[in-house]
Each structure stands twice: as C-alpha cells, then as structure tokens.
C-alpha cells in the first residue's frame, strides 16, 4: 500500500484504512508492526501500532488517529510505503501554508498555548501539523509532528 502524506492531511485515511478499524483489521491491511504499545499492563491491547515513523493509535471506538514525530522524511514499512512529498521535519508553517494553498485547501494557524514558540496549523477536519516557529531546546524551526485523522480541535488546545 502507498500512503500519500498530502493526501491523507487533505482528506483523511485512505481506503482502506479508517478510523474506527481494530486493531487485527490494521494488521490484516499491513502486516508485522515494529513496535506494539499496550494499553496498560492488565489491558494488553494495542494503544498503539508503529509502521516506521507513523504510529496508529487505538482508543476504545478502535483507530483514533494516525500520528508522527520521529522523523525526518516520514518513512514506513515495506507494506505501507509512505510518500511524503513536502512532508518533512525541515518544512517552515510558510512553506505549508503555501503548499495547502495551491491545492484550494484552506487552513487556519492557532498558537499552541501549553507549547511556547510552537505553532498548529489545522487542515480541514481531518489534521494538524505542529511546528516549531523558533527554535526550541536547539531545535531549529519546523515541522515537529503531524496528526491525520481524528477531529482537528480534539488534539491541541482549543483556540
């Protein structure tokens, strides 16, 4: 399977991944994880499933959302290759802004109030990208993580 980045931050999961799948229908589609994180010691189902850089996490209505921050060209698995296009740890808020723009897609920027010097970009319904606007902790300013698939206001701070 391919994954476009740019698509899945547009529009969502593609087919067919979605939010709601279990766990095992995850794996079915993808195959051997890297790394399995339970939910807990007692509750031994996954919390979280890692393909690479891209981490699927699990809550009780099964898939949540699909999350990354660990990379510097997002990459996956042999079964789930992942084409970043412009997706990268060294992109600027600018530079997306510029990108979402040219595909007719708006977005709207809210300061991160829990993180200083840290910005959200929400996309649509379906993602946020997180960027550091200066540089943190001797982190230049960048993409620091991206989230594609849960409700965009359920995972920062609200405005």
């Known amino acids: 399977m391919v994954l476009s ?14 939010i709601g799948m279990t766990s095992e229908e995850l794996l079915g589609e993808l195959g051997a994880t890297d790394l399995v994180v339970p939910r807990s010691r007692r509750d031994r189902r996954p919390a979280i499933l890692k393909y690479g850089d891209l981490e699927f996490h699990f809550g ?6 699909m999350f990354s921050d660990t990379f510097t060209i997002p990459t996956g698995t042999d079964r789930l290759v992942v084409d970043a296009a412009w997706v ?3 992109l600027l808020i ?3 802004k510029q990108h979402i723009a040219a595909l007719s897609i708006t977005c709207r920027a809210l300061d991160d109030r829990r993180n200083a010097g840290h910005v959200d970009l929400f996309v649509g319904t379906f993602s946020v990208l997180k960027f550091r606007v200066a540089a943190v902790d001797q982190e230049p300013p960048g993409l620091e993580s991206f989230t594609v698939g849960a409700p965009a206001s359920s995972t920062t701070s609200a405005p």
Do not use: C, F, K
Not at 6 to 17: E, S
């Open 88 to 90: 990268t740890r060294s």
């Open 94 to 96: 600018e530079e997306a």
């Open 5 to 18: 980045l740019v698509d899945a931050l547009i529009g969502g999961l593609p087919h067919p991944l979605r």
């Open 60 to 65: 009780e209505d099964g898939l949540d959302r």
